[in-house]
């Protein structure tokens, strides 16, 4: 069966929502199915073996998205999609995934870390208008037949947010690269990751590994991390057009010793198998897959419950989930079990990420791509 992908920008080497079509993409392939990709923009289509087109928008980020939204899965059809999976906010697809979460829902969460001038600004803003009249019009397509969340967190914020049949509403949780995560790297990582950063063999370290850092935290992540017993340093790696701020309050807080930021990284198996935990103290995050792959590393994490990775951390796990991310005393008590305890809950780490390999969420995508068929 031929087979629509949707999504606002397609980049085979990109991350995030980029990175899950693409192995989508791949696992549809394999069962058999003709897979086409079609983006509003296409950095590079590779050599890969499926079909990308690009849809031509007009300039500008709303006039683009608008259109995109609206035209997208009629385009794919007309180039021969019997089903239109969209990883996008677009309008009459026939299966939409939910990697983002319900926009309301992120707007809401935003006034949690924006100043007021910025709250006002968000709630005023075209762009996010249109973003939510476009999901409200892609729940209300009477043709929609499921919808994919990548966490039960995201499909409760649909279900509040659209009122979709409970059944239509499934939840696939993302999958880790378990060959490339892996705890076999630490052994060469481990050091060269001191080395690079001028400290001690021994020296606890944790990253914090994400762009847009007031979302995940960073501002109570530096707090907290004043307050700590232990001499551990924060390796912050991601880009931010913040960051020169959060390199100032460091400093303001006294730990800009023991705080280094890094930049957004290449080789992230590496930098998170170097390390002795993760720190994700997310104020939103539909899923997490930072998290996934530290621990796929056997490096255990530290995660909150707005985060829907947070589902997959039971046992001695789910004393590292925070429930409230903006209380330095909470996050830091968790931080300290978590350094103190890292080596120990290495292994439960491991065995988490490996009961979510992606080989698993390709099973269950395929399957309910089969069943609608």
């Known amino acids: 069966m031929r087979l629509g992908l949707?999504?606002?920008?397609?980049?085979?080497?990109?991350?995030?929502?980029?990175?899950?079509?693409?192995?989508?993409?791949?696992?549809?392939r394999r069962a058999g199915h003709e897979v086409m990709v079609l983006a509003a923009q296409v950095v590079s289509a590779g050599d890969l073996p499926f079909r990308v087109r690009r849809l031509p928008a007009p300039p500008g980020r709303i006039p683009g998205l608008l259109v995109f939204g609206l035209r997208a899965a009629a385009e794919a059809r007309r180039q021969g999609a019997r089903l239109v999976l969209s990883f996008a906010r677009t309008v009459s697809s026939d299966l939409l995934r939910s990697g983002g979460g319900a926009h309301a829902a992120f707007v809401r969460a935003a006034a949690r870390w924006q100043d007021p001038a910025q709250r006002l600004a968000m709630r005023l803003s075209p762009y996010h208008r249109l973003q939510l009249w476009l999901e409200r019009r892609a729940f209300a397509f009477a043709g929609l037949r499921k919808v994919v969340a990548v966490s039960n967190l995201v499909r409760g914020q649909l279900l509040a947010e659209f009122?979709?049949?409970?059944?239509?509403?499934?939840?696939?949780?993302?999958?880790?690269?378990?060959?490339?995560?892996?705890?076999?790297?630490?052994?060469?990582?481990?050091?060269?990751?001191r080395e690079r950063l001028?400290?001690?063999?021994?020296?606890?370290?944790?990253?914090?590994?994400?762009?847009?850092?007031?979302?995940?935290?960073?501002?109570?992540?530096?707090?907290?991390?004043?307050?700590?017993?232990?001499?551990?340093?924060?390796?912050?790696?991601?880009a931010d057009r913040t960051a020169g701020g959060y390199r100032r309050r460091a400093r303001a807080l006294g730990i800009d010793g023991r705080v280094h930021f890094v930049g957004r990284q290449t080789e992230v198996a590496d930098l998170l198998a170097g390390a002795d935990a993760l720190v994700l103290p997310s104020l939103f995050e539909p899923f997490g897959n930072v998290v996934m792959e530290a621990m796929a590393c056997g490096v255990p994490a530290l995660a909150t419950r707005q985060c829907g990775v947070a589902e997959l951390m039971t046992g001695e796990l789910a004393r590292l989930v925070v429930a409230e991310p903006t209380d330095p005393a909470e996050l830091g008590a968790r931080i300290e079990e978590l350094l103190a305890r890292s080596r120990e809950m290495a292994a439960c780490a491991r065995q988490a990420a490996e009961?979510?390999?992606?080989?698993?969420?390709?099973?269950e995508l395929t399957r309910l791509v089969a069943a609608l068929a």
Do not use: I, M
């Not at 949707?6 to 549809?28: I, K, Q, Y």
């Open 6 to 28: 949707l999504a606002r920008r397609f980049n085979p080497r990109g991350g995030g929502t980029e990175r899950d079509l693409l192995v989508s993409a791949e696992f549809l």
């Open 163 to 193: 009122a979709p049949a409970p059944d239509r509403v499934v939840t696939l949780y993302n999958g880790v690269d378990l060959d490339l995560f892996n705890p076999r790297r630490k052994a060469a990582a481990r050091p060269a990751l």
């Open 198 to 238: 001028g400290l001690a063999p021994q020296a606890p370290v944790a990253v914090f590994a994400g762009d847009g850092f007031a979302r995940k935290g960073l501002g109570f992540l530096l707090t907290a991390w004043s307050r700590l017993q232990l001499p551990a340093h924060l390796v912050v790696a991601g």
């Open 355 to 363: 009961r979510h390999p992606w080989e698993r969420y390709g099973g």
